[in-house]
């Protein structure tokens, strides 16, 4: 490394600048270039190599390249990639990707609300002043365009063509919902855009530009087209969740290509913008009770491992997590109830993360105290995923983590948890959960059972460690519950005969010679 730095700084800037360009793609070159010194540090930054906008693929001709230059983001992150040294610096290089790509994301949604409020008003305004006639005429003629795309195949000049005549003329596009009717706007996005997302050179670049600018335009003209159906073998979808299987699963519904095949960055940019774009439609036009919690849901359920090139796969993972804080942020201090079937469907999304090993995405939703919470007040659903999460080595340590972070989330501190830690016997986690919320330890259930009482009469087989690591967190042997029993009643009874034997035997209870009363072995 000192060689190739040495060797390196004989250089002048534009010859190094050639040479990163032509290296590797943009995340090896930061990993292999970062930290050798400040002067390729700040080689790697430079906006004339533009490598923070080629990870976003932002057009260097457009007026928006300049702009994420000069924003304070892009400021403070080269200032942070110019600093980068020591044995960290790869995470600390992630970090600023996971940053970049964030406020990529944000800054793409936020154009796009406003684009969508602004061509709204647009449309209104020329569909306002054409007369019934007018209005008649254009509807049927872009209808006629619309339903030729079932058999046009796509180029640039037709799909301009149809744009143009929502665009300029104010036609609006009408379509049946139903799946198995007519051909609409669900099946179209399923024909020309996400049925090749590993079609190489098919749609062409232009013909994507079009066909994305025609379908922000039908939708301008008329958002109910959100709601179109495409047929899914066991009944329709709506169009929100096929560009939501194709942005998490990045695959095509019906269709699963090779493993080896990797997604075309161009396609994936251009079916996240468009649901990006449906996701502006029904934040502002739908009732968000009607669309919010299936897209959660969904997005859990088909998020697939990413197996792509480096640059692609941290774009791809970071541009995900944003969307699913998208759609967690509309839930934001808001009661989404779940009923037994949206449990069930989480239970799977969660299962599925765990399967796929999206650790990122599991941190951040287990972080999402207000709708975690939701699921677990239902401790049959809770005990499942508990039963999920303990089942391997690798998911218990991430259990662990949960537990070990500094302020742990309220969920992890609620008392359904702790019943089920105790009914699985986990001794050390019930003892981290007590020492996380000490008035845990005081929790009973709907029989008045404290969680002492709850080991010696709900839970079977060898109970006697976790009985001693109760009493020594402060658990009160004389509770009684709703039926007037307490501890040394309990462990009394016939089906705890071995377990009293057990806690004799390792002297966590001692009985008197005399009077063959029972009391703790600490009591002297």
């Known amino acids: 490394m000192v060689l190739l730095s040495s060797t ?6 534009e010859i190094l600048m050639i040479i990163i360009r032509y290296s590797d793609n943009i995340t090896s070159v930061f990993r292999t270039f970062s930290g050798l010194n400040q002067r390729l540090n700040r080689i790697l930054v430079d906006r004339r190599l533009h490598l ?26 080269s200032e942070q990639l110019c600093s980068l040294q020591g044995d960290d610096y790869i995470h600390q290089l992630d970090q600023c990707f996971q940053r970049l790509i964030s406020f990529h994301i944000q800054e793409k949604s936020r154009q796009i609300e406003e684009q969508f409020r602004s061509d709204r008003e647009q449309f209104r305004l020329i569909r306002a002043n054409l007369t019934d006639k ?10 006629k365009a619309f339903n030729n795309l079932e058999s046009h195949s796509l180029n640039f000049e037709y799909l301009q063509q149809i744009g143009d005549l929502v665009v300029g003329t104010g036609a609006r596009l009408e379509c049946t919902n139903y799946e198995l009717g007519e051909y609409n706007l669900a099946k179209a996005l399923n024909q020309h855009v996400l049925a ?18 025609l379908f922000k335009a039908l939708i301008i003209s008329n958002p109910n087209l959100v709601n179109n159906k495409d047929y899914v073998g066991n009944g329709g979808s709506l169009m929100y969740y096929f560009l939501i299987y194709a942005v998490f699963r990045l695959q095509h519904f019906p269709r699963f290509p090779p493993l080896s095949m990797g997604i075309i960055m161009q396609k994936y940019d251009t079916i996240l913008e468009l649901l990006l774009f449906i996701i502006q439609c029904l934040k502002q036009v739908f009732d968000k009770e009607l669309w919010i919690k299936d897209c959660i849901l969904d997005s859990l359920n088909v998020v697939n491992s990413i197996r792509n090139d ?43 993360l765990i399967d796929t090993n999206r650790i990122d995405i599991i941190e951040y ?24 999460i303990t089942g391997t080595l690798s998911r218990r340590k991430m259990f662990q983590r949960f537990l070990d972070e500094e302020a742990p989330q309220p969920w ?26 000490s008035k845990l330890i005081h929790e009973v259930d709907e029989d008045g059972n404290d969680p002492l009482l709850y080991i010696c009469l709900k839970v079977k087989g060898c109970r006697h460690r976790l009985i001693e690591c109760l009493i020594d967190m402060g658990c009160d042997i004389h509770k009684k519950n709703v039926h007037g029993e307490h501890f040394l009643q309990a462990i009394q009874l016939k089906r705890n005969r071995k377990l009293l034997k057990q806690l004799i035997e390792h002297e966590i209870i001692v009985r008197e010679n005399e009077s063959e009363q029972l009391r703790l072995a600490s009591q002297n």
């Open 196 to 213: 090749h997302l590993y079609t190489i050179g098919y749609p062409s670049g232009s013909c994507l530009r079009s066909i994305q600018r």
């Open 52 to 77: 923070l906008t080629d990870l976003l693929r932002v057009n260097i001709r457009k007026i928006n390249f300049n702009y994420y230059y000069n924003t304070p983001l892009f400021h403070d992150l």
């Open 310 to 352: 480096a640059d692609e796969k941290i774009f791809i993972q970071y541009s995900q997590m944003e969307v699913l804080k998208i759609f967690l942020q509309e839930v934001t201090g808001k009661e989404i109830l779940l009923d037994d079937y949206s449990n069930s469907v989480f239970q799977e999304g969660l299962t599925n």
């Open 8 to 13: 390196l700084e004989t250089l002048p800037d």
């Open 134 to 143: 007018e209005i008649h005429s254009r509807d049927a003629e872009l209808k």
């Open 412 to 437: 992890l501190t609620s008392a359904a948890l702790l019943s089920i830690l105790l009914k699985k016997k986990e001794c050390k986690w019930i003892k981290k959960l007590l020492q996380l919320d």
């Open 365 to 388: 939703v287990f972080r999402q105290n207000n709708f975690i919470h939701n699921f677990f007040t239902r401790s049959a659903h809770c005990y499942k995923l508990i039963n999920t």
